[in-house]
């Protein structure tokens, strides 16, 4: 295999290699780069244009940007028996020649350096390996000519093909494709999101499936420079920086779904890392029924969302589902009569009828400023998407005492801590008991795949190390994750809610106002019966039949529980 070009981050620039090479002067690289602003080419192409060198120098210099030889394949002659080792058709498509076999390796003639990379397949179709070579796109139209007797039209094809191939060009660049190709293999695997990380010796794809992450993909490093570049420019990123962290925001196509994608970049010791949650459009709007929540605990959200006032709290991690539950909330409380306004970072789906307000941190538009307008909009219901400090929470509470209903959510492990945190934010405790009238903690939970799951009897300590009480157990039917086609061998599809539902009552109001601890705050709700836990009601969904105690353990932790009175 040829050795990998020089990473995009050490080549030198191309007008400073014909500089030093004696081919051209400071003043004509100067004149080529004011053409280029005005055009847009790239500066090779400039270059050509002005007359300025002959394409067979830039040939030569990109290729000792890339650290790739340079052939010129209108000297000398092909032996035939190198030529047969690539079918005529294979060539003019991928706009390759043989020039040299060494018993081992094919030495490839291209006018792409990225050629390099897209050509893998070839490996396979070939089967034998190769090393690559940079020649001009002339003399490889010339070359064809010559050894394969291709007509103008063919000729003309293979340009074509080669001018598609370089990443300036909208739609064919191989970098463009495999950008293209990675978003669109994700949302076939129903990956939540796209992890692009570059190592010291290769840039690694991941993908989040079902909560899980996998490996689909690795690249040699000299591509993470034009990768990294084209999903900053989807994301409508700056290009030039590469100091800070920036957010952006893309909008593709793909099996037939329209899927908006949050781009997340963060500058790390081998480069800029990228995360890309894919939200589709067709499935992110659920209602309250498909969520998970069991039938008293439904019946209780219900009544908790359509108090007149308050705050409603969902707190779990990120990627938790929590606004998918909020936007469910929102769906079920969306009437004409009813004035509803958000503040969002980002709006991640579009609700008809609802005011939604982008957060917009660059010009200062964040959650206080949109928070204190929109109370001015006379509305019945909020939105807040996240409370993250004081003043938030601060105009939040004052929001929900003056007679508005508030959602929002909190970075905490349970439904408790919701309360400790504001309280830790600085709201008064007699604020937090008298606002809050209920806090819902989730995960989510791999659904065992329909397929394939298979049932089995637990042991006891299973049973017990997942909290749950094995006499519950006895006689239910249980299944366990066994793997086929269809789950790709992971024995689970989809993901399913798990839920703590916390009421607010008297006895845990008075509880926030003594600023008791969380796990005080917890026992106080769970005696009034106005909480169920998120072990309970995972356990409820394992005897259902949807998930399996091995999950339950994943997501809850393998740490000491006690035995629940009921499930």
Do not use: W
């Not at 980002?346 to 941190?361: F, I, K, S, T």
Request: glycine residues 8%; hydrophobic residues 40%.
């Amino acid at each position: 295999m040829s050795s990998p070009p020089t990473p995009a981050g050490s080549r030198p620039r191309l007008g400073e290699i014909l500089v030093k090479a004696g081919v051209l002067t400071p003043e004509k690289l100067e004149d080529a780069l004011k053409y280029q602003q005005e055009t847009g080419l790239k500066i090779g192409q400039c270059l050509i244009r002005l007359g300025h060198v002959r394409d067979e120098d830039v040939a030569r210099a990109i290729a000792r940007q890339s650290g790739l030889p340079f052939v010129d394949v209108r000297k000398g002659t092909i032996p035939p028996e190198t030529l047969a080792r690539v079918p005529k058709e294979t060539a003019l498509e991928n706009n390759i020649l043989p020039v040299k076999f060494d018993g081992q390796a094919l030495v490839l003639a291209v006018t792409d350096p990225l050629a390099a990379f897209n050509l893998e397949h070839l490996r396979f179709l070939l089967g034998l390996d190769f090393k690559c070579a940079l020649t001009t796109e002339e003399a490889m139209l010339e070359a064809f000519k010559r050894y394969y007797n291709a007509e103008k039209r063919d000729a003309k094809t293979v340009g074509e093909i080669t001018r598609k191939a370089t990443p300036k060009e909208d739609d064919e660049g191989p970098v463009i494709r495999l950008v293209q190709q990675m978003l669109e293999d994700a949302v076939k695997a129903r990956a939540s999101d796209i992890h692009v990380e570059p190592m010291a010796d290769r840039i690694r794809i991941r993908l989040r499936v079902d909560g899980v992450c996998k490996t689909v993909a690795e690249y040699p490093t000299h591509l993470q420079g034009a990768i990294t570049s084209r999903l900053k420019l989807l994301g409508e990123m700056d290009l030039a920086e590469k100091r800070k962290p920036q957010d952006g925001r893309i909008t593709i196509k793909a099996a037939d779904k329209e899927v908006d994608i949050r781009v997340s970049l963060l500058p790390g010791s081998h480069g800029e890392a990228l995360v890309m949650r894919l939200l589709d459009k067709t499935t992110g709007l659920v209602s309250l029924e498909r969520l998970g929540l069991g039938g008293e605990d439904l019946r209780r959200f219900r009544r908790m969302i359509k108090r007149p006032n308050g705050i409603f709290l969902v707190t779990g991690p990120t990627g938790s589902g929590k606004t998918t539950t909020l936007y469910a909330a929102l769906t079920e409380l969306n009437r004409p009569d009813v004035k509803i306004i958000t503040a969002e970072n980002p709006v991640e789906y579009h609700l008809a009828g609802v005011n939604q307000c982008q957060v917009r941190h660059q010009i200062g538009l964040d959650f206080v400023r949109i928070l204190r307008a929109m109370l001015r909009q006379a509305p019945n219901i909020i939105l807040v998407g996240e409370i993250r400090d004081h003043e938030t929470a601060g105009i939040a509470v004052q929001a929900a005492l003056t007679g508005h209903l508030v959602f929002s959510t909190l970075h905490t492990n349970d439904a408790p801590s919701a309360l400790t945190r504001l309280i830790d934010m600085g709201v008064a405790p007699f604020l937090v008991s008298s606002a809050v009238c209920g806090v819902l903690a989730q995960r989510l939970m791999r659904t065992l795949c329909v397929r394939c799951k298979k049932a089995e009897v637990p042991s006891e300590m299973l049973i017990r190390e997942a909290g749950g009480d094995p006499a519950a157990f006895a006689g239910r039917t249980i299944y366990v994750a066994t793997g086929c086609d269809d789950c790709n061998g992971t024995g689970y599809r989809g993901r399913c809610g798990i839920y703590e539902l916390m009421e607010m009552g008297p006895a845990l109001r008075d509880a926030v106002f003594q600023k008791e601890s969380a796990l005080r705050l917890a026992e106080v709700a769970r005696a009034s019966g106005l909480m169920s836990t998120l072990r309970s009601d995972a356990l409820r969904k394992v005897l259902s039949g949807a998930t399996s105690l091995d999950e339950l353990l994943r997501v809850l932790s393998k740490e000491t529980v006690t035995v629940l009175e009921s499930m």
